[in-house]
């Protein structure tokens, strides 16, 4: 009768361990915008196509839209272990220590994408990335969004036209800096907060790719939108360092396959989805967009790209060259 009794007792152990080794290994994928924007739908391709390689071996769940963490503490979230995986706006790096990401911030300091694909794709945005693991964070991937312009209750034609208004931006010393340079007012807002500040005039204005100020409505308390395309907004997919150490390798290996996947869906949607949000925008009737002339466009230039020098003390000196030598950018031609 023991005897029996101890072989049911390993056997339902051995059954019970078998479960358990058949359970998935989750990852918690949070972000703090609409799933219908570039990296809202790069996220959940990314869980289609890792349970897919995986064979249900590793389970993504996406949090979209701050469900669960806003901008100030998901970053926090991700290194004490609360969730995995994040894909923050490159200025989220700054106020963890890492302040060479602010190089992204730098204004017009891209002239497109392909100048872009440079620095990203390129031994510059790897070493920016490995800049991260001292902070217990692995970098896996750069997810554009798209290039930012100016919006607000009134007129924006020069720079003159923004002195004095108070435009919500990104915590960034260098978005503080670029404010400041126009004769604005920063003011440090997490996103999720964005369309109430606007709507109760607790800011004036803001910066944002098209696609997210169409998917938050901020157009509808927006008159106007200037199509300046002043500064790049991009994203840096990383996941918690220690939990990733711990994944085994084939498993590593289907994540980054995954994760390629998913880069070149992103970069390519993002383009497609702000011009299909700036015809939103257009359409709605709420907004009056404007393009700026190309002297329009210059005067702007000029006024933002100082801001590179001011910052030199905060990203590096040497870095900002780096990025001017890839790209082939001198500020002193314009």
Request: no cysteine; charged share 25%; net charge positive.
């Amino acid at each position: 009768m023991k005897l029996r009794s101890l072989m049911f007792g390993a056997l339902a152990m051995a059954i019970s361990s078998f479960a358990l080794a058949q359970q998935p290994i989750i990852i918690k994928f949070s972000h703090v915008v609409a799933t219908d924007t570039p990296k809202g739908k790069a996220a959940d391709f990314f869980a289609l196509k890792v349970g897919e390689l995986t064979k249900g071996r590793v389970k993504v769940e996406v949090y979209p839209n701050s469900q669960l963490y806003k901008d100030k503490e998901e970053m926090e979230a991700l290194q004490i272990g609360s969730v995995q995986m994040l894909a923050p706006s490159l200025a989220k790096f700054g106020p963890i220590g890492v302040k060479e990401f602010e190089v992204f911030d730098l204004p017009f300091i891209f002239d497109g994408i392909d100048s872009l694909r440079k620095v990203t794709l390129g031994p510059v945005g790897a070493q920016l990335l490995a800049k991260l693991e001292p902070k217990g964070i692995k970098g896996l991937a750069y997810w554009d969004n798209g290039f930012k312009s100016f919006s607000a209750n009134t007129p924006i034609k020069s720079p003159a036209d923004m002195k004095g208004k108070k435009f919500r931006i990104q915590s960034s010393k260098v978005l503080e800096e670029e404010i400041r340079a126009l004769g604005g007012l920063p003011q440090v807002m997490a996103f999720s907060e964005v369309y109430q500040a606007l709507q109760t005039g607790v800011v004036d204005g803001t910066e944002n790719p098209i696609s997210n100020l169409y998917t938050q409505k901020m157009h509808e308390v927006q008159k106007h939108l200037t199509l300046t395309e002043h500064g790049y907004l991009g994203y840096a997919v990383i996941v918690n360092k220690k939990f990733w150490d711990g994944l085994p390798a084939d498993i590593q290996k289907q994540l980054v396959d995954a994760m390629e996947q998913s880069t070149r869906y992103a970069n390519q949607i993002a383009k497609v989805e702000n011009d299909t949000a700036l015809e939103g925008v257009k359409k709605s009737g709420k907004t009056q967009v404007y393009v700026p002339t190309k002297e329009e466009r210059l005067a702007f230039k000029q006024a933002l790209v100082p801001v590179h020098q001011a910052m030199e003390s905060r990203i590096g000196k040497e870095l900002i060259q780096s990025v001017y030598k890839e790209i082939k950018f001198n500020p002193a031609k314009l």
